[in-house]
């Protein structure tokens, strides 16, 4: 493919030094140029991956033809690729192809969806039963994520809390992915400054980390209060069919209506919901 000079590569050198460019900067200006040959490098990157998605496997002049750069600058590309697991490259013939990097992030976006699809009868039983609102989330980094919801009888003016991600320490389903989370990665967590949302939020490692203990040992767990004033919620664990949880389900309403005597019933009942969602997303079967 032919180059003009409207499209030389030389500035491809600073793409891949954005960050020494950045630094060294003497004017916002010339800084902006540097976030921009980043987000240059960030496109190509991306196009690298479609064009393997595309054609199987590719050799770096072929894709350095399609991206219209340098094989300099297709190399590079592909080394940091590489590097993150998400190329992989055929030693004898030197083609690259999608690695299992890729796979393991499709993976990820897999669950959310099934078990997004998987959930829909099971919330919606729940809510219909309860008549009280349905979530199921999952872990996003530092917060739950709600990726589906059924509202029921009783709850027909409750806010809508899907799409949205929530406080892990002040909410029953994020206490839930918490609990189950590895050793070193909830301490992690539990390292950050804990926000206090109300005055019932708990937001002490030492007795955040007591309640998790609990909610591990009993198999729910129960928050009034803590992320907003007149809130309740029961949430109970989701697990795949390796056993690992991935997900919380868990019903919320007013705390006038999940009062303290009805709590019991509302776990035993959420903890059945998980047990069986957990059961169609191939857990004990």
């Known amino acids: 493919m032919t180059r003009t000079q409207n499209q030389p590569d030389r500035g491809e050198e600073h793409v891949e030094n954005a960050e020494d460019a950045t630094r060294s900067a003497p004017s916002g200006r010339q800084a902006g140029r540097g976030t921009a040959s980043a987000v240059q490098s960030v496109d190509r990157a991306v196009s690298v991956l479609e064009i393997l998605a595309r054609h199987g496997e590719a050799g770096v002049t072929e894709i350095a033809d399609e991206l219209d750069v340098h094989k300099s600058t297709a190399f590079r590309l592909l080394g940091v690729l590489e590097n993150r697991g998400l190329v992989a490259q055929e030693k004898e013939r030197g ?13 990820a976006a897999a669950v959310r969806l099934d078990i997004s699809q998987e959930g829909v009868p099971v919330c919606r039983e729940l809510a219909d039963e309860l008549g009280e609102t349905s979530n199921i989330a999952v872990l ?42 590895p050793p070193t990665l909830r301490e992690g967590l539990l390292a950050r400054p804990l926000h206090r949302f109300t005055e019932h939020t708990v937001t002490g490692a030492a007795v955040l980390r007591g309640e998790l203990e609990a909610v591990a040992g009993q198999g729910y767990a129960i928050t009034q209060e803590e992320l907003e004033i007149g809130l309740a919620a029961v949430a109970a664990p989701v697990r795949s069919h390796d056993g690992k949880v991935i997900a919380s389900i868990s019903v919320s309403g007013p705390v006038y209506r999940l009062t303290p005597d009805r709590l019991p019933g509302l776990a035993k009942r959420v ?3 998980g047990v069986e969602l957990s059961r169609r997303m191939g857990y004990g079967s």
């Open 95 to 107: 083609k690259y192809y999608l690695g299992a990097g890729v796979l393991r992030l499709a993976g």
């Open 271 to 273: 903890l059945a919901a």
């Open 140 to 181: 996003d980094d530092d917060a739950a994520v709600n990726v589906m919801q059924a509202r029921g009888t009783a709850s027909v003016t409750a806010q809508n809390w899907l799409g949205r991600r929530t406080p892990l320490h002040a909410t029953a389903s994020g206490k839930v992915l918490l609990a189950h989370l």
